[in-house]
């Protein structure tokens, strides 16, 4: 397991004094303290062991265990299992790595079944199924269009008509068969990409390691993908700070007892062509990058699901809020950068910390 860098050491945090700020959006999971015991305050009986790794999954991470004090060391312990879960992902389901899992298996030719581990076939099996749900907003099959975007940006033209045809007819999900141990592509060209997934399921899979140790909480975030359960380092419910998509400072804060917040937005990461930004995320109906909405957030029990909905919803936009299924709650921002809205559903706004940095409105299922 590669160890974390020098930003990336365990720092020990005394949870007493603790102030949590979680950076979401940025990638960078940031705990603030301030640092000293305060005199005459009764001793804490939790405390918070933080672990920052640097370059997981493209991004930075943060995992926290919050312990009764004299636990840091199997605190410590339990923290470099997780973050191992989160490599060990990512060696198997990067597009970006040759020889991962799905690097093998979009350079597989057609016909003969490419073994996959039990992790990666359930990742597929669930983005397959969200295709569906999503009326194909979600679709892991578009990687050759992901590909063409991205070198167009490096030469700076906008893709013709014929090429992006060409890009979505080499690959759906139409010409990717999942077996019980592997893929069959019926086409060569057909490739995926679970960018818009894998963090959310390695992040499921890191917490299920901290549930599974005797922790009074725990929290997993991997470059804005968050999952928090348990009772945070102070007060009853954790912090999470959302960052304004359009400039510094946050957008909002949320309070949650426990759960998975997701955000997506072009803004973190676009290709720009002739002084114009496009998303990376694409519309697999235009085949051209997302513009329904500029940053979107998404609370969910795990944070799979919420990592697919804040990717399908950058897609569909407000339309999608009426897809949500239950349990799923959305915020999002619309428009363009000099003029935009916030909309948010209900349940998303009960779990909203005043004031906010933008003036939003609550999208209700029956009004139009
Ligand atoms: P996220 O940041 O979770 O929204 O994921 C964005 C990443 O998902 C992109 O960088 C692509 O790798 C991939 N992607 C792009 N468009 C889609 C799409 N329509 N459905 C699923 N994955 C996508
Ligand atoms: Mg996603």
């Known amino acids: 397991m590669q160890s974390c860098s020098s930003t990336g050491s365990k720092d020990r945090l005394i949870g007493g004094v603790l102030i949590l700020t979680l950076l979401v959006l940025t990638g960078v999971g940031l705990w603030k303290t301030s640092g000293r015991q305060a005199p005459n305050r009764i001793a804490p009986d939790r405390i918070a062991v933080v672990r920052r790794c640097r370059a997981v999954m493209g991004t930075d991470c943060t ?9 840091e060391a199997q605190a410590e312990e339990v923290l470099e299992k997780a973050e191992a879960v989160l490599r060990r992902a990512e060696a198997r389901m990067s597009s970006w790595l040759d020889d991962s899992e799905i690097g093998r298996l979009n350079a597989a030719g057609a016909g003969q079944q490419v073994p996959l581990s039990p992790q990666t076939l359930e990742v597929l099996r669930l983005a397959r199924r969200a295709n569906v749900q999503t009326g ?9 269009l992901v590909e063409l975007w991205r070198s167009a940006g490096e030469c700076g033209e906008v893709p013709g008509r014929a090429e992006l045809a060409e890009a979505r007819a080499a690959s759906n999900w139409e010409l990717v068969e999942l077996g019980d141990s592997g893929v069959t592509k019926l086409k060569a060209t057909a490739r ?6 894998a963090k959310g399921w390695a992040v499921d899979r890191a917490v ?57 937005g072009g803004y973190a990461r676009f290709i ?5 930004r496009y998303s990376h995320i694409i519309d697999p109906r235009t085949r051209r990058p997302a513009e329904a909405a500029l940053s979107v957030t998404v609370v969910a029990a795990d944070a799979v699901t919420a990592d697919i909905w804040a ?51 609550v999208w209700e299922a029956n009004v139009e």
Request: with cysteine; hydrophobic share 40%; charged share 20%.
């Open 272 to 276: 720009e062509i002739g002084g114009k």
């Open 136 to 144: 194909g907003a979600f679709d892991v099959t578009c990687r050759p």
């Open 192 to 197: 995926v990409d679970l960018g818009g997934i």
């Open 63 to 71: 995992l926290a265990a919050v312990v009764r004090p004299g636990k």
């Open 208 to 264: 299920d390691v901290l549930r599974r140790a005797e922790l009074s909480g725990g929290m997993v975030d991997v470059g804005g993908d968050l999952v928090c359960f348990g009772a945070p380092p102070e007060g009853e419910s954790w912090p999470v700070d959302v960052q304004h998509p359009l400039g510094p400072g946050h957008l909002a804060t949320l309070r949650l007892p426990s759960g998975a917040v997701c955000t997506s």
């Open 311 to 361: 990717t399908a919803l950058s897609v569909l936009g407000p339309e999608g809020l009426k897809q949500l299924p239950d349990g799923v709650e959305a915020m999002m921002m619309v428009g363009t950068e000099e003029d935009h809205k916030m909309l948010c559903t209900p349940g998303f706004h009960d779990l909203l910390e005043e004031p906010l940095a933008e003036r939003l409105t």
